[in-house]
């Protein structure tokens, strides 16, 4: 029997300009429970625009935001950190939020970087970093999830890590995720849906219908396919915060 899946997130021809140029315009889209909805596009396609839209960020908009929950962890592209400052990362998990020490610890193991909660900020790798500014999302258990550009600052490996820890919390936490980037890598087999942009919503639908649409072929080059194949296999195997690969038995 098919469960109806909640709606979170719907977004309606939404649009925002300033200085009379539109960043975004006309972006229509759906993030339910326990999906995951990706936004692909190159640099200055507005991307992180619709997401800001998405978090009601922007106020002044075209079109319409519906959201369905107050519960929403967030991991913005950039985020400012005086990194002279001696802050551990258990200081960190609770810097702007009061999250208890029981959803502290399952939010550093569900991103297996529970080990490092007493370590400076300083000494962390740029996965490691990522791994704690997710774990920090997601401390209170949100339903919804934004992540704009998560995979910043990691090797290719690292990256595959993060993306299949991203699909981890989707299943455990059943939430819904709203996943930004501009790397064609992203959208894997995990994703539910993609919206490719570029100022306006070229092409939109399953990975496998995006990488045969004509406009997101022309947009992003003749690797386009290859690199969204890329993740479109079913894994017999797991990545760990290294690189390093474990068979699944």
């Known amino acids: 029997m098919n469960i109806e899946k909640k709606i979170l997130l719907k977004l309606e021809n939404a649009g925002f300009s300033k200085n009379n140029k539109w960043?975004?315009?006309?972006?229509?889209?759906?993030?339910?429970?326990?999906?995951?909805v990706t936004l692909i596009g190159p640099n200055g396609s507005g991307k992180s625009t619709t997401a800001k839209i998405a978090l009601g960020i922007y106020k002044e908009i075209e079109g319409k935001v519906n959201k369905f929950t107050n519960k929403i962890g967030y991991v913005p592209q950039k985020i400012s950190i005086d990194w002279t400052l001696p802050i551990r990362v258990i200081d960190f998990m609770s810097l702007t939020e009061d999250p208890t020490d029981k959803q502290i610890n399952i939010a550093l193991n569900l991103t297996s970087v529970e080990h490092l909660k007493n370590n400076s900020l300083s000494d962390l790798s740029g996965g490691e970093f990522q791994r704690v500014l997710i774990a920090r999302a997601i401390a209170?258990?949100?339903?919804?999830?934004?992540?704009?550009?998560?995979?910043?600052?990691?090797?290719?490996?690292?990256?595959?890590?993060?993306?299949?820890?991203?699909?981890?919390?989707?299943?455990?936490?059943?939430?819904?995720?709203?996943?930004?980037?501009?790397?064609?890598?992203?959208?894997?087999?995990a994703t539910d849906f993609v919206v490719c942009l570029n100022g306006h919503v070229c092409c939109s639908g399953t990975p496998q219908v995006v990488a045969k649409n004509n406009e997101y072929q022309e947009l992003f080059g003749d690797r386009a396919s290859s690199i969204l194949s890329l993740y479109a296999h079913k894994h017999d195997h797991t990545h760990s915060q290294d690189g390093t690969i474990k068979r699944k038995e």
């Open 140 to 189: 209170k258990q949100p339903d919804l999830l934004v992540l704009d550009e998560p995979v910043q600052g990691v090797d290719f490996r690292g990256e595959i890590a993060l993306y299949e820890l991203i699909k981890k919390i989707s299943e455990e936490l059943n939430c819904g995720i709203l996943l930004i980037s501009h790397d064609l890598h992203v959208v894997m087999a």
């Open 23 to 36: 960043l975004v315009k006309g972006v229509s889209l759906e993030v339910k429970q326990g999906e995951i």
